[in-house]
Every structure is written in structure tokens, then in C-alpha cells.
């Protein structure tokens, strides 16, 4: 068995076109309920497709920059939105020039490729056999997963980001200042995607993971590589301090427990259930981290300044994830979903595993890889993305957008009935709106 193994992991590395191809494979799969509907489904995806919607139509009908929209709040500046990521030119090229069904899917599948890919390389820093690759890309995407089945575009967009960062932070091979600048400019990429949540995440990793080299050169040029994030501060800046729509009970029920932490990274499973709290990593890597731990306290090998920058993020991330760091205080309101903080802790412990790796372990390690892999590649398929008949924004539905704020949006809501019934009116004929339309139908007004 072990000849066998080593002998398809030799022939993976001679031919390394094989693992890409699989792994690109792998994520067409994964999205083909996606690809193979009319759109890709979720009331995440619609309206974090705002700002897309908005800059098409400033660009491509009233052929204006995108600066101002009519089509939100009754009016408003579109850079004040906080996930525009009009910025990020390789969504927003694809979204100009493609329709916005076929640019989504360009982009979502495209990510999920290039997310795999970063993961593979990041992988190869600390394994050799290409098999061992393979299997630590699939555990290291398996956290971002859950926004290709809610369609959160920014998530989308920034993970291969966060892993690209990491992994020109930690190549060796590189200079200290090449090491700094472009794993800075990764950094900095994250919040012009849109992504908040994950700018602060992978602040709270990157910035310990740098300073643990001791290094003024490379810290200084990873800063100063960020500093291009700046340009997303104008969407974000007017929020500071302000609290959000029922922040405090969004806090409350998306805390996660102790419990929950090691439930979510080991099966996906936790409390509040849902693809917020999804973030599976395998038991065998979660008995692996703490299996590490426990060998390097036990034989009181000391830990390295790059293992305590590691304990220090996630010491930070479990505190975040909990809501412990949301006591006492309103500063974190924006960020009103702690339970994302579990995508970053699966990452810490994966890369913990994968930088403390021990020569003599190397078989085991690789069992348990292996093992994890293969349970997270089945239990991803359980939370597939999935397609709908219908786009809020397809001209037919956008009628009814126009009706529901024609009142100057004084009604938020409308039940399923009445949307029917008006749909029936103004289309005369029948037609069943899928569960979810009536709420994605009226977000360009919230």
C-alpha cells in the first residue's frame, strides 16, 4: 500500500498539470447546480450584487462613471455602500463586459479555482508529496465554501486573497522586502473586495505572523503594501461608530460556544446551525492541532515565535467567534455576526498543523490528511450551491421592485400572496415566485 502511494505520488509530481486539472475539476462540480441554472441562487448573492447592478447600469445604459445611483435609498452615492468592490478590476471586468448571469458565474467559479490553486501552492511550503497538496488545498477551502452557497461575493472574492498573503509571507526562498510588499498588498486587496469582516480577520493573523520574524524591513513593507486598502475607507468610514439595525440580538444569536467552536471545525455542525457556523476542517486535524500541542508541552519543547503569533490570532478569533470581545462595548457593532470568525480559527489550526509538522510524524500526518480531506470533500457536497428560476434583477422582477418602493418604500415587507397577486396583475398570468424573491425583490431600498 505505502509502495503504491509513493508511486502515484511521484508520478502527481512529475506531471503537476494532473493535480491542477483535478482540483479545477473538483470546483466545477461542486458549483454545477450553480452553473447549470439560470442563476445562481441566494439572497446573499442578489444583494451583495448590488453595487455591481449599480455600476453596470451607470456604466453600460446611462454611460456616466459610477459615482451616483437613483436605484438605492431613493439615491445615493454608490462608493457608500460597504461591499462596493467597483475597485477590484478582475470581477468588475468580467461584470462590464459579460451578461450579469454568466459574469456571476465567471467569477464565482473562477475564484473557487483560483482559491484551490493558492491553496496548493501555500501547501507547498511545508508538504512534498503531491498527493498531501492536494488534500491540505481541499481542508484549506473548505471555510469558504459556505458564501458560494449563500453567495456572499465578497467572501467570495477575498479568501484566495488571505491565502496568497500568507503564503509570500511564509515562502523562505523570497527576500524579506519581496516577502512584506506583495504579501502587504494582499492584505490590502481583501478590503477592496468589499470584504470587512475578512480585512479584520486577516489583520488579526498577518500582522502577528509578520512581527514573530523580527524583521523591521518585512513588517514595514507589508504595512506599507496595505496601505492600497486605504482606497476602500471612504465606504466604510461613515459607519464607524454608528450601531447597527439590531445589532446587539444579531450578536446574541450568532455567538458561538466553546463547544461550537470545536463541533463546527470538526463536522460542520453547530449552533446556531447554518452555513454561518460551517467551517469544517476534519477530526482527524482537529485531534492532530491538539495532539501537537500537547506532545510540544508534554517533551517542554518551547514554542517558536511564529507558533505564538499563531496561538495569539486565534486566541483573538475564539474571543471574536464567542462575542467574549463584544462585552462592555459598542465598537465591534458593525462587525454583527461573530460567528464568522470560525472560517480564520479552521485556518489558524490547519496552518498550525501544517507548519509544526514533525519529521517523525510525517507518515501519521499524512494519514490524517488524507482522512480529513476526503471528510471534508463529502460533507461539502451536502452544502452545494444551488440555482433559481428567477433573478430579482431580470427586467420582469425588477417591475415589481419599481411597484414595492413606489410607495417611497414605506412597507418593507410583503407576504407571498400579495406578491403573487401582483405579480398576476401586472404580467396576467400565474406564476409561483420561489420562497425567497419576496425579500431579495425590495433590498435595493434597504
Not at 467572501?155 to 500568507?166: E, N, P, Y
Not at 446556531?272 to 508534554?298: H, S
Not at 431580470?394 to 414595492?404: E, H
Amino acid at each position: 500500500m505505502r509502495r503504491h502511494y509513493e508511486r502515484v505520488s511521484t508520478y502527481l509530481d512529475a506531471h503537476p498539470w494532473i493535480p491542477i486539472s483535478l482540483l479545477a475539476a473538483l470546483a466545477i462540480l461542486y458549483c454545477l447546480p450553480a452553473l447549470l441554472s439560470p442563476f445562481w441562487v441566494g439572497n446573499d448573492a442578489w444583494s451583495n450584487l448590488l453595487p455591481v447592478i449599480h455600476y453596470r447600469n451607470s456604466i453600460i445604459n446611462q454611460h456616466t462613471f459610477p459615482f451616483f445611483t437613483d436605484l438605492w435609498y431613493g439615491g445615493r452615492l454608490q462608493w457608500q455602500n460597504p461591499l462596493w468592490n467597483f475597485l477590484y478590476l478582475p470581477s468588475t471586468l468580467v461584470w462590464l463586459i459579460m451578461p450579469l448571469d454568466w459574469g456571476t458565474d465567471i467569477v464565482y467559479l473562477g475564484h473557487l479555482i483560483f482559491i484551490l490553486l493558492v491553496a496548493r501552492k501555500l501547501a507547498s511550503l511545508f508538504l512534498g508529496a503531491e498527493i498531501e497538496r492536494i488534500s491540505a488545498a481541499i481542508i484549506l477551502v473548505s471555510p469558504a465554501l459556505p458564501a458560494f452557497t449563500a453567495g456572499q461575493s465578497e467572501k467570495i472574492l477575498s479568501w484566495g486573497w488571505v491565502l496568497l498573503a500568507l503564503y509570500f509571507l511564509l515562502d523562505q526562498n523570497k527576500t524579506m522586502t519581496q516577502r512584506g510588499v506583495v504579501s502587504g498588498l494582499c492584505l490590502g486587496v481583501i478590503p477592496i473586495t468589499g470584504s470587512n469582516y475578512y480585512t479584520l480577520y486577516a489583520a488579526i493573523l498577518l500582522l502577528p505572523l509578520a512581527a514573530s520574524f523580527k524583521n523591521r524591513k518585512l513588517f514595514a513593507c507589508l504595512v506599507l503594501g496595505a496601505l492600497i486598502g486605504l482606497v476602500h475607507l471612504p465606504s466604510v468610514w461613515y459607519l464607524f461608530g454608528q450601531s447597527r439595525a439590531n445589532a446587539g440580538q444579531s450578536i446574541r444569536e450568532f455567538s458561538l460556544s466553546f463547544a461550537g467552536i470545536l463541533s463546527s471545525l470538526s463536522i460542520g455542525l453547530a449552533k446556531p446551525f447554518g452555513w454561518e457556523t460551517w467551517a469544517p476542517i476534519g477530526i482527524p486535524m482537529v485531534y492532530l492541532f491538539f495532539r501537537t500541542v500537547f506532545l510540544k508541552v508534554k517533551s517542554k519543547i518551547a514554542f517558536t515565535l511564529s507558533e505564538k503569533s499563531l496561538g495569539l490570532a486565534l486566541l483573538v478569533l475564539v474571543l471574536l467567534a464567542t462575542s467574549l470581545a463584544y462585552q462592555g462595548h459598542h465598537l465591534m457593532d458593525p462587525f454583527r455576526v461573530p460567528a464568522r470568525a470560525v472560517a480564520f480559527i479552521a485556518l489558524v489550526v490547519t496552518l498550525f498543523v501544517l507548519m509544526v509538522r514533525d519529521g517523525r510524524e510525517k507518515t501519521n500526518t499524512r494519514i490524517f490528511l488524507v482522512a480529513s480531506a476526503l471528510q471534508v470533500g463529502i460533507l461539502s457536497f451536502m452544502i452545494q450551491p444551488y440555482g433559481a428560476a428567477y433573478s430579482p434583477y431580470d427586467p420582469q422582477a425588477q417591475i415589481l421592485a419599481d411597484v414595492l418602493k413606489s410607495d417611497n418604500a414605506k412597507n418593507a415587507w410583503i407576504s407571498m400572496r400579495e406578491l403573487n397577486d401582483m405579480y398576476i396583475q401586472l404580467f396576467s398570468r400565474k406564476t409561483e415566485f420561489p420562497s425567497r424573491t419576496f425579500i431579495t425583490a425590495i433590498w435595493d431600498r434597504q
